[in-house]
C-alpha cells in the first residue's frame, strides 16, 4: 500500500512547481515577478549612489531594499527545502549567485556601505535565459560555453606570456626612465604597461626620453595583436562547435582522420582538410 504524502512533503512539491515550474501558470508568474524585483533592486541600489535622490528618499529606499532583501532571502531557503539534493543548489551557479544577492544588505549591518555589493544581484538576470525557453538562445548560449570551455588552457597560456610580458616590459621601463618620468618603481612601470597594452592609456605616467616613447610605441602596436588573441581563439573553438552541433548526420566520414561529423554538401573535412567522399 502506497504512503501517503505528508503535509511537508506535498507543500515542498508545491513549492518546488513555483520555484522550478517554468511551464507552469504559477511557476512563470513568479518568475515574471522575480525578474520585475530584480530590475527595481537595481534601480534602487543605482539612485541611492544619487546625492539628491538618497537625501530626499533615504528611509524609502533603505525599506525597500530590505523588503526585497528579505523576499530574495526567503525565496533562497524555499529553493533549498523543496528540492531533494540541497547541496547541488548551493554550490551550483544559480545557487551561488542567490546567496550572494541577499548578503550584501546583511554585511551592512556590520560594514557600513556593503549594501551597494547587492548590485551584484544583476546577475540573477541570467534566468531570463531559462524563463524564456527561445531555443535560438539557448542553442547559442551552448555553443558559446562549449568554445570558452574548449578554449580555457589556451587562454591561460597566453594570459601566463603577457604576465611574463608586462613583468620584463616594466622593468625594462623602470631602468630606461626612472624615478623623474614617474617610474618610481617596478610594480608602478609595470601598472604603466598594463595600462599601455589594453590601449587605455591614463596619461598619468608617460615616458620622457626617446627610447622610453620608441618602447612604448611597440607596447602600444603589441597592445592590439593581444587584444585580437584571446577573441580569435574563441571565435575559432565558436565556429568548431556551431560546426559540430549543426552538421547533419554522419554520412561522410573523413579516411584520414576518421571525423565523421559534417555538413552533407561538405567536399572537405572540417578537421584536417583531407577531401571527403562523394555520397
Not at 622593468?171 to 617596478?186: A, D, K, P, Q
Not at 618602447?215 to 592590439?224: E, F
Not at 582538410?273 to 555520397?279: D, H, M, R
Request: with cysteine; aromatic share 12%; glycine share 6%.
Amino acid at each position: 500500500m502506497k504512503k501517503a504524502k505528508s503535509k511537508y512533503e506535498i507543500f515542498r512539491e508545491k513549492i518546488k512547481i513555483i520555484l522550478y515550474g517554468t511551464n507552469t501558470i504559477l511557476g512563470r508568474m513568479f518568475d515574471l515577478v522575480l525578474l520585475g524585483l530584480i530590475l527595481l533592486s537595481v534601480i534602487l541600489i543605482m539612485m541611492e549612489t544619487v546625492q539628491g535622490i538618497n537625501q530626499k528618499y533615504h528611509y524609502q529606499l533603505f525599506i525597500c531594499e530590505w523588503v526585497i532583501t528579505i523576499f530574495f532571502t526567503i525565496e533562497y531557503i524555499l529553493r533549498i527545502i523543496s528540492i531533494q539534493k540541497p547541496i547541488k543548489y548551493v554550490f551550483s551557479f544559480y545557487g551561488i549567485i542567490d546567496l550572494l544577492a541577499v548578503l550584501p544588505m546583511y554585511l551592512s549591518i556590520f560594514f557600513p556601505g556593503a549594501s551597494i555589493l547587492s548590485i551584484v544581484r544583476a546577475l540573477r538576470f541570467f534566468r531570463l535565459f531559462k524563463i524564456l525557453h527561445i531555443p535560438q538562445i539557448s542553442h547559442q548560449s551552448i555553443q558559446l560555453r562549449e568554445a570558452i570551455e574548449a578554449s580555457k588552457e589556451k587562454i591561460l597560456v597566453f594570459i601566463y606570456f603577457v604576465l611574463i610580458s608586462t613583468i620584463i616590459i616594466g622593468s625594462i621601463m623602470y631602468l630606461v626612465e626612472g624615478r623623474t618620468s614617474g617610474f618610481t618603481s617596478i610594480p608602478m612601470s609595470i601598472y604603466w604597461t598594463i595600462v599601455t597594452l589594453t590601449t587605455v592609456g591614463y596619461g598619468d605616467i608617460s615616458p620622457q626620453t626617446p627610447l622610453g616613447q620608441f618602447i612604448a610605441a611597440l607596447v602600444m602596436i603589441l597592445g592590439y595583436g593581444i587584444i585580437a588573441v584571446p577573441t580569435g581563439i574563441v571565435t575559432a573553438e565558436f565556429a568548431k562547435s556551431s560546426l559540430k552541433n549543426n552538421a547533419v548526420g554522419t554520412k561522410k566520414t573523413c579516411k584520414k582522420c576518421n571525423s565523421q561529423v559534417h555538413f552533407d554538401s561538405a567536399k572537405y573535412c572540417y578537421q584536417c582538410g583531407t577531401e571527403l567522399p562523394a555520397n
